[in-house]
């Protein structure tokens, strides 16, 4: 009916069953998928782990060794031979010194206090992406048509050059800001994912093993504290990438591999937890019903997958009570290899996912048991293996080099056998050996009863001759010959390792090593030993996990302030090798260049810049101010001195008015003094005729008390004077005086 164009009519039932029969059916359609997955690509995981099984029985032979020497224990057979022959078993743990040495120097190298041996650089042309560019080239067309439409000639080549400088100019800023923040994101994705952790078991495999082996990044869902309002803490989730060691006895490359990147597959033996299976629920490219059956099947007793090496690698470890307990850990193959397009859609992979059938695609499984718990193509654009390797000694051709145990095993095993005949020849000669002609001692006599001043029974010996009952034999000693033996492959170990002893301290270094300079040549020479071995770190672990890290932001962060073209720049052979003479010539320069003329040339900028690395060599972080801070600084210097010029100028100009405010009130003072004095003048006469005024009223007062004194007797009163009163006061007579005026009153206006 459809056909004919007419409308089907279904019911709302009918529609929910042919719902239901679709999700069953592709439900149906998933199951048979997964089982394809499971059965054809767990076939093939388990077929490649026999064949690197079997193909590295003989590295296995080795690490078990590696493992013994660093221990410090024989071979079993080479042990059992020892204690045949009887005597001393002991072991010198000189590979144990060696192996502690550098590995003390490489993590003193590659993880510094207060730097880091990786950094981010922009290229030297960085990319500069089309959204930028066009914008650019049409407002310089539009800038030439407003040229030309006023006039003026255009040349377009010259103005696309100097457009292109800036933007080029622009463009390294932009890069440079860019690369500034990423390296931030980096460093605390490395101390979020436990990176220190991770590197420092991978330094101490680097040292012992053939090679040692980093897994990173691993990106798995862990728990996070998060707040709520009012500061109420709340358990959270998030996928953060994380860092592993990979133990040398767990990863099996392909026979043909001699690199991470360049053989069919790589293998990892891994023991997953309950917690670590549980952390995967949820996370993508993981199947959660396949992991939800592994944690159904293995959950309770665990699955344990027993290799022949794992008792004696575990007794090594200290470990050796996994035998005894049933655990509850669950094992599994960890597989990155490369497949055809094809072979994966037959594996039972979504088409979608696989979009050229013949083209070769980079896989990565977890195999658990018989289940396929994570199947995804690896994202990488490079398609590198996140697992990361380095040989303190690479071989070239093989895939697995030379450790410090190899490296010296011949000179340790001389050691070895020089120390036991020397504890043995000790032990020989420290006392006589004695022979008893027991013919000749009393029955009663012990022969092996010894002590000072005994006296020993005998009796007549049915043997002519000096026949002794008791005669001693003192053994030689080689101790010196053996001392001088043992020292001399001592000093091989360190041309064999390039570790020497002075470098932990274990005695002067003698001749060069006795003055500084010396001591320094010799520690020079050295470096380059390390240098190398370090070079290896830097080129096979550090620098691509800093990559895989800047790959994954690139692609998949939110930040886009972070994105830019940059390289991956590995500082641990080069930065810090030379620390302690760099730091001495820094000093030397420092002292050197505290003068007027040198700070003309460098500025306060370069000084402080110089004074900022002297700090932080000498652990005094923050004391030297940053530029921003200098800069600060110095306004607020100028700020104040200027203020303090202004304060300056104004006390002197205050001092200057009151020095002159000071001389108008002495010139003031001076003036009155002056028209006092001329007043004074003035009045003087005026005050000397007042005063003889009143004088001459106080001599006509007297006078007239005198005329008026008669007692009626008509006597005068008679005095001591009586005789003389008829005169005046100069002993003049009194008519002299007779005219009206007092005496010498007529004195007074000749003097005026």
């Not at 095993?409 to 006392?431: E, F, Y």
């Not at 380059?528 to 370090?534: M, N, T």
């Not at 090798?577 to 000093?587: G, H, I, K, V």
């Not at 002495?666 to 005050?687: F, R, S």
């Amino acid at each position: 009916m459809s056909g004919m164009g007419l409308l089907q009519h279904r019911s709302a039932e009918e529609m929910r069953a042919d719902d239901e029969d679709e999700a069953q059916r592709q439900a149906e359609e998933e199951r048979r998928r997964q089982e394809l997955i499971e059965s054809s690509l767990g076939s093939h995981i388990q077929r490649c782990w026999e064949n690197a099984k079997m193909a590295r029985q003989q590295i296995e032979y080795r690490m078990l060794d590696c493992l013994r020497r660093r221990k410090g224990e024989y071979d079993p057979s080479k042990l059992a031979a020892i204690r045949k022959e009887g005597g001393a078993e002991i072991y010198m743990m000189l590979t144990a010194t060696k192996c502690r040495a550098a590995a003390a120097w490489v993590r003193d190298i590659m993880i510094p206090s207060r730097d880091k041996p990786w950094g981010l650089e922009p290229t030297p042309v960085p990319e500069v992406p089309d959204q930028y560019l066009e914008p650019m080239i049409q407002q310089i067309r539009q800038q030439a048509q407003q040229m030309q439409q006023q006039g003026q000639q255009v040349d377009m080549a010259s103005m696309m050059e100097e457009a292109r400088g800036k933007l080029r100019q622009k463009a390294d800023e932009a890069a440079r800001e860019a690369t500034d923040r990423h390296e931030e994101l980096i460093a605390d994705q490395l101390a979020e994912g436990d990176w220190d952790d991770a590197f420092e078991a991978f330094i101490d495999d680097f040292v012992t093993y053939p090679a040692a082996f980093i897994r990173a990044p691993v990106f798995r869902r862990v728990p996070e504290l998060k707040w709520l309002e009012g500061w109420k803490p709340i358990k959270g989730e998030k996928i953060r990438p994380e860092f592993e060691r990979v133990s040398p006895f767990d990863l099996y490359p392909s026979p043909d591999a001699t690199n991470i990147d360049d053989g069919a597959y790589i293998l990892e033996r891994a023991r997953f937890t309950r917690s670590h299976l549980n952390q995967m629920i949820g996370v993508p490219s993981y199947n959660t019903e396949a992991i939800r059956r592994v944690l159904d099947e293995y959950g309770q007793g665990g699955l344990r997958d027993w290799l022949w090496t794992d008792g004696e690698r575990a007794e090594l470890q200290d470990r050796g009570h996994e035998w005894l307990t049933p655990g509850e850990t669950i094992d599994g193959l960890i597989y990155s290899g490369g497949a055809q397009g094809v072979t994966l859609l037959q594996w039972g992979l979504d088409p979608d996912e696989v979009p050229d059938p013949l083209a070769e695609y980079e896989v990565e499984a977890i195999l658990i048991g018989r289940h396929v718990v994570r199947v995804r193509i690896n994202q990488d654009p490079l398609e590198r293996r996140p697992y990361h390797k380095a040989s303190f000694q690479p071989v070239p051709g093989s895939f697995w080099g030379q450790g410090i145990p190899e490296l010296m095993a011949d000179i340790q095993d001389v050691c070895n056998a020089t120390a036991r005949g020397l504890v043995n020849n000790l032990a020989i000669s420290s006392g006589p050996q004695v022979e008893v002609f027991e013919e000749r001692l009393q029955p009663t006599e012990d022969p092996t009863d010894m002590y000072p001043w005994k006296v020993w029974r005998t009796q007549d010996s049915n043997v002519t001759g000096n026949n002794p009952a008791v005669r001693f034999f003192q053994a030689s000693s080689n101790a010196s010959e053996l001392l001088s033996v043992y020292d001399q492959f001592e000093r091989k170990a360190d041309d064999a390792t390039n570790i020497p002893r002075y470098l932990y301290g274990n005695e002067g270094a003698g001749g060069a090593g006795e003055t500084a300079s010396g001591l320094s040549m010799l520690m020079e020479s050295a470096n380059k030993g390390i240098k190398d071995a370090i070079r290896h770190i830097d080129r096979g672990v550090m620098r691509r996990v800093i990559e895989a890290l800047w790959l994954h932001n690139m692609q998949y962060s939110d930040d886009n302030s972070i994105k830019g073209d940059a390289s991956v720049v590995a500082r641990g052979s080069s930065a810090i090798l030379a620390r302690e003479q760099t730091d001495q010539l820094r000093q030397q320069f420092l002292q050197m260049t505290a003068n007027e003329f040198d700070m003309g040339i460098l500025g306060q900028d370069g000084r402080r810049r110089l004074l900022e690395s002297v700090a932080e060599k000498l652990d005094l972080p923050n004391l030297v101010p940053s530029e921003e801070e200098m800069q600060e600084n110095m306004a607020g210097q100028k700020k104040s001195q200027q203020a303090d010029d202004q304060l300056e100028k104004a006390k002197t100009q205050a001092e200057i008015q009151e020095k002159q405010a000071q001389a108008q009130r002495h010139q003031a003072d001076a003036e009155n003094t002056q028209i006092e004095t001329q007043d004074e003048q003035k009045m003087a006469p005026l005050e000397a005729q007042k005063l003889l005024a009143e004088i001459a009223k106080l001599i006509s007062e007297t006078q007239g008390q005198r005329d008026g004194s008669d007692d009626g007797t008509g006597l005068e009163s008679a005095g001591p004077d009586s005789g003389n009163a008829g005169r005046g006061a100069s002993g003049q007579p009194a008519q002299a005086n007779a005219r009206g005026q007092p005496g010498q009153s007529g004195a007074m206006p000749r003097s005026r």
